[in-house]
């Protein structure tokens, strides 16, 4: 279930933050930009450590999930792996042809979503963790990728986004963002755009009631990207939470250090106020 309601959600989720366009619609494809060379893939598995692939037992098993293409321009084809680590578990990891041996610049989860170039060198890159073993939160990230002048790839957090796996999607969004403030504290995040407060969930961390997700603090702001009227004629609005706010009473997990995610959920747009068209 959670895998049909993520391929809807990036099928149409875009907004802009600042004076960048983020889309989480993945585009990748491996036939729009790789050469395939058997030898350079044979190359590589004899060069490179077979603990680094434990889940395949054969060689000749890496094969389909091992791919070349050039990401520094430098004229020699890279190594990117882009297969399972577990049986619940894929992998994205990258390694660099420097010549006589490969270099592992960058490894995540669980599969690419988008590669930019820039000047035929990889710019960004995202990648989409839809988890594994029950988790309840998906996990799209955005790396930006710098050339050193070895030619080198340096690989750099710059967004993170999540997204609990019952959330009821927008059919359409708006061609532009805005950045509301909600007026009131402890205002709520709900999965869908109608007020539940009795169902019972058991899909989350804990068994909880209705769809409420998460609470948002007083003078809190959000990305708006799409809206929703329910039946009784009031308006929703979909938004991603900045990371800057601590949400309260949410299955969304808040690190109390490092890198943190905005936060999509529904609320209503009563007492909401736009901040930036």
Not at 43 to 52: A, G, R, S, Y
Not at 158 to 166: A, G, I, N, Q, T
Not at 207 to 235: C, F, H, Y
């Amino acid at each position: 279930m959670k895998y049909i309601i993520a391929l809807v959600l990036l099928s149409v989720f875009h907004f802009t933050y600042g004076q960048e366009t983020y889309s989480l619609t993945p585009d990748f494809s491996w036939k729009k930009i790789e050469k395939r060379n058997p030898t350079l893939i044979e190359e590589f598995i004899k060069l490179t450590p077979t603990d680094e692939f434990d889940f395949y037992k054969e060689p000749e098993e890496l094969v389909d999930v091992l791919h070349n293409i050039d990401l520094n321009n430098d004229k020699l084809d890279d190594i990117i792996f882009y297969g399972q680590i577990s049986d619940d578990e894929s992998s994205v990891v990258i390694y660099l042809n420097k010549g006589t041996a490969f270099k592992k610049v960058f490894a995540g989860k669980q599969s690419i979503m988008h590669m930019e170039f820039k000047n035929n060198v990889l710019s960004r890159l995202a990648v989409e963790d839809l988890g594994c073993c029950g988790e309840v939160i998906f996990r799209d990230q955005y790396f930006d990728v710098t050339a050193k002048p070895n030619g080198d790839l340096t690989f750099k957090l710059s967004k993170s986004f999540e997204y609990l796996d019952r959330t009821e999607l927008p059919t359409t969004y708006w061609p532009a963002t805005k950045i509301v403030k909600v007026n009131h504290d402890k205002y709520k995040m709900r999965s869908a755009p109608f007020i539940d407060d009795t169902s019972v969930q058991e899909d989350d961390r804990d068994t909880t009631k209705g769809n409420t997700i998460g609470l948002m603090p007083q003078d809190s702001e959000a990305l708006a990207m799409a809206e929703a009227t329910d039946s009784t004629g009031r308006v929703w609005y979909f938004v991603a939470v900045y990371p800057d706010y601590i949400l309260t009473n949410t299955p969304f997990f808040e690190p109390k250090e490092g890198f943190r995610s905005f936060k999509c959920a529904w609320i209503s747009s009563r007492f909401v106020a736009t901040v930036k068209e």
